[in-house]
């Protein structure tokens, strides 16, 4: 490891950072993060922070989690790599797709095709479902449905069903043939609805719509996330989900959950769609797989979905689709250990216990504080939205947002800010305690912003 003062010297100088502006990372450089211990981190000055990020949605178990560095050390000495192409496989691949099957059992999902992280996974999601359709015979069926607000990674397919102009506007031309509806955001949407049973209903009707303005023989599949994360944590009413299920089954089109923030327990359900009674006909997941410790993701796939494949006899049913590093028996054994642990010390019942207080406290804080627009979450989801006028519900500038960042950093946590929303996603083994602190240091960063 170099020393303190090179890595400062060098920080973002020979490096482009993922979602950031170049110029901008070399005039104010990032935190350089050194180590991290239980559900907090240090960067290199020695300042010790809780991680409310829970390092991008998907540190759950902490940093401590020793099965699952353990479950790493061994597959290294035993098989660092091979491939999972046709021809070869390795142990714990089986093994954990074996573990998958019983772990998505209630979702209804039957397979797994796996991958190097969430935007491979939407990808992979994307393909099955137009291949699907080409083996029953509709090879007309390949439109695309998605959701504004909606975050689902940057590879071409899944910018093009993303809903954030900001992910989409430097990289068109995207995909032909993809359609957005509103996102179920009872703050802000083209509707003017407040209620989100009401809001719920107005997007359903204008899916019909648009399906029949289309043609449903055109569409492929409808992709949302149960709670959109990036987008700044926008949780539909409970009816909404279901509502899409029905309309997509009415008229053969293909629901796509992308889980790759909400399996694993972060909304308090083992996976977004059961926590709305529904289940998809392909779920992307990622992330929190493998407690982060390794890229590494799996598409799970119904077994409707499934039997269109198994039960092909030409070329239709081959998947032309796969990653050098997809099953990678390192991270499938870090999955198995990240698994093992996610189900002993059952974070899903903690990230709903700690979510109810986190978002009581973040209550709190917007009576408080008048830059506090609105306040949204569930399970260990959480996002403030800041706004300079709350009448008018004009967003803050982005000046007032880091230094609520900044000043919340100094008060001892690390939040993370996206446009004008702080969002919240802290390890699911997050303590009593350790929300109270969140509140506390985000009460000083909106007073030094005030
Ligand atoms: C819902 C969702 N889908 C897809 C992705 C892309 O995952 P990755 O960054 O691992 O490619 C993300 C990343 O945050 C996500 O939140």
Redesign the pocket.
Known sequence: MQETNFLIDNNARHVWH?MAHPAEMQAGPPKIIASGAGVEVTDIAGKRVLDAVGG???VNLGYSCEPVKQAIREQLDALPYYSAFRGTTNAPLIELSYELADWFAPDGLARSFFT???????EICLRLARQYHKINGQPERTKFFALKK??????FG?ASVNGNANFRRNYEPLLPGVFHLPAPYPYRNPFNLTGPAELAQAIARMFEDEIAFQGADTIAAFIM?PV???GGVIVPHSSFMPLMRKICDKHGILLIA?????AFGRTGAWSGSRLWGVQPDLM?T??AITNAYF?F?AVMISPKVAAAFESNKDALGSIGSGYTYSGHPVGAAAALAALKETKRLNVAANAAARGTELLAGLEGLQAKHALVGDVRGIGLMCALELVSDRAKKTAAAKAVVNTVYEATYEAGVLVRTSGANVILSPPLILTAEDVQRIIAALDTGLSAAA
Request: charged share 15%; hydrophobic share 30%.
């Open positions: 993922p991008l949605w998907n190097s992280g969430g935007s491979d996974s939407v909606g975050y689902h990674g940057t590879h899944g996330e959109l994360g990036a992308d889980e790759v923030i909400t992307a990622a992330k890229p993701g």
